[in-house]
């Protein structure tokens, strides 16, 4: 089993930056960052394996970045320029096969999610 704890959930304005951070038990091979906004299914935003090859959803490109320190076990989500679009409960996940990307299947563990509004 993979615990993992998510952070740095807040509420800022259009264009503004905000950085979520995920504390895991332990590494595996895929770490990824997953939303779901108001209304929607849960969407894939952003995967990175362990050797830092990144995978990062369309409409995130340019303005998220996914790094991890494996040495921390911890996983960060930077994201700036946010849009209202962007709101909603943001989870990180860990997935063991060795196979990345962000489509949620690869993945196994699940954190509790943590709140990122975006309004003016």
């Known amino acids: 089993q993979v615990q993992l704890v998510e952070s740095g959930g807040d509420s800022v304005r259009p264009g503004g930056s905000l950085k979520l951070s995920c504390t895991y038990t332990?590494?595996?091979?895929?770490m990824g960052w997953f939303r779901q906004g108001p209304g929607n299914e849960r969407e894939g935003v952003a995967a990175?394996?362990?050797?830092?090859?990144?995978y990062v959803d369309a409409s995130v490109a340019g303005r998220f970045t996914i790094s991890r320190d494996n040495n921390k076990n911890t996983l960060h989500l930077q994201m700036s320029s946010l849009k209202p679009s962007d709101a909603g409960e943001y989870y990180c996940?860990?997935?063991?096969?060795?196979?990345?990307?962000?489509?949620?299947?690869?993945?196994?563990?699940w954190g509790q999610g943590t709140q990122v509004a975006v309004s003016s």
């Open positions: 332990s590494s595996t091979y895929c």
């Open positions: 990175i394996s362990t050797g830092g090859s990144t």
């Open positions: 996940a860990a997935g063991r096969r060795r196979y990345c990307s962000t489509d949620e299947k690869w993945f196994e563990f």
